[in-house]
């Protein structure tokens, strides 16, 4: 994001051991100009980004908590064994953070569609037992 000259406007915390590299940017520039393929790519991948987050941000505007976290929960979600499992093991707080909630109300709609049979938590992996409903 500093590329443009411009301060950071983000910053990024890894869940794993990481190694990270810093380019400044009249390294990058002399790469890009050596390298158009990859300024292809990587306009490709920014374009992707940019749709990624007006999504996110449409569905931060118009989808109440529930509508979030059904999203987050089906998009994270892998079939394993004929069944939906989502492979990071997520705190509420976590779950919270990512869909722009408090704690306490991903805590009773969790709670809520674990005792309706629609899913299923153990150590801190969630299993989705059966689709999940629209609305809540």
């Known amino acids: 994001m500093s590329l ?3 301060r950071r406007s983000a910053s990024a915390i890894t869940v794993e051991p990481t190694t ?8 990058f520039r002399e790469f890009i100009l050596a390298h158009p393929d990859f ?3 990587l306009i490709e991948r920014l374009i ?5 987050t007006t999504g996110n941000l449409k569905s931060l ?3 109440d908590v529930y509508g979030r976290l059904v999203r987050l929960l089906n998009a994270l979600a892998e079939p394993a064994d004929g069944k939906q499992i989502v492979p990071e093991k997520l705190t509420q707080q976590d779950i919270a ?13 969790m709670k809520d569609l674990i005792s309706g049979g629609y899913l299923a ?6 299993t989705i037992l059966k689709k ?4 809540w």
């Open 4 to 6: 443009d000259g411009a």
């Open 20 to 27: 990270c590299a810093v380019v400044n940017r009249s390294h």
């Open 39 to 41: 300024a292809l790519h």
């Open 48 to 52: 992707h980004r940019v749709r990624v």
């Open 61 to 63: 505007a118009l989808s």
């Open 97 to 109: 953070d990512r869909v722009g909630a408090s704690r306490d109300m991903i805590g009773k709609l």
């Open 121 to 126: 938590v153990e150590d801190r992996t969630i």
């Open 132 to 135: 999940l409903p629209t609305g």
